[in-house]
């Protein structure tokens, strides 16, 4: 196994809780395979790129209203790829649906999490409070996160990894939203983002990826 870790790019649209669930993960030492070498965001002062700056890792603003549309958003951030080396895409409350030109650049190397067990309350239009209204709405027992590939299909990519969250009767949508984050989506998406990238570091090694 090769000591160069793979250089990760997280792409985000707001807080960032999840990218710090990434910063913190790496500043524990759990992420061996990996660095988060940059932070891309898609709104304008997102708090994201304020925690990006304090873990000392670069940080972009893209915004698709200055690139002319969806396919010159697309080729600016492929650009910011390649010019950090990024190996690794994780996808991290980035709420922009990637399309199949961009996608298939990276076969199983984009990575999204989502705050329910797919394919439970997923899909278009199904993101942040949708979710967890809807799933209370529905009056299901159990819900949880979901670490999966990223294809043009909104959450239509082959799943990774899931870790359920029991649903309590005085739950909000804000409430479960929390306990989501605390007990599945801020343990999945490190641990899920390291096997990711120490698998694809064995492929680039084995000559499997160019």
């Not at 990434?22 to 992420?31: P, T």
């Not at 797919?118 to 809807?134: D, R």
């Not at 043009?152 to 949508?173: F, L």
Request: hydrophobic share 40%; charged share 25%; with cysteine.
């Amino acid at each position: 196994m090769s000591n160069r870790k793979v250089p990760v790019a997280v792409l985000v649209s707001g807080g960032g809780t999840n990218l710090q669930a990434i910063l913190d993960a790496e500043a524990r030492g759990e992420l061996p395979s990996c660095r988060v070498a940059l932070v891309i965001s898609n709104h304008a002062g997102a708090y994201a790129l304020e925690r990006a700056k304090k873990a000392g890792v670069p940080a972009l603003e893209i915004l698709k209203k200055d690139c002319g549309g969806q396919e010159g958003f697309e080729r600016k951030l492929r650009e910011a790829l390649e010019e950090y080396g990024i190996g690794v895409i994780v996808l991290a409350g980035f709420l922009s649906i990637l399309s199949e030109n961009f996608t298939s650049r990276y076969p199983r190397r984009i990575l999204n999490v989502h705050p329910s067990l797919i394919p439970s309350f997923c899909g278009a239009g199904f993101y942040g409070l949708k979710v967890h209204e809807a799933a209370l709405a529905r009056g299901v027992k159990v819900t949880g996160a979901t670490v999966h590939f990223v294809n043009e299909i909104p959450d239509g990519g082959e799943i990774i990894a899931q870790k359920a969250v029991e649903i309590q009767p005085e739950d909000t949508p804000e409430t479960l939203q929390r306990r989501v984050m605390e007990q599945a989506e801020w343990i999945l998406l490190p641990r899920c983002l390291e096997q990711v990238c120490a698998e694809w570091s064995e492929r680039k090694e084995g000559g499997a990826e160019e």
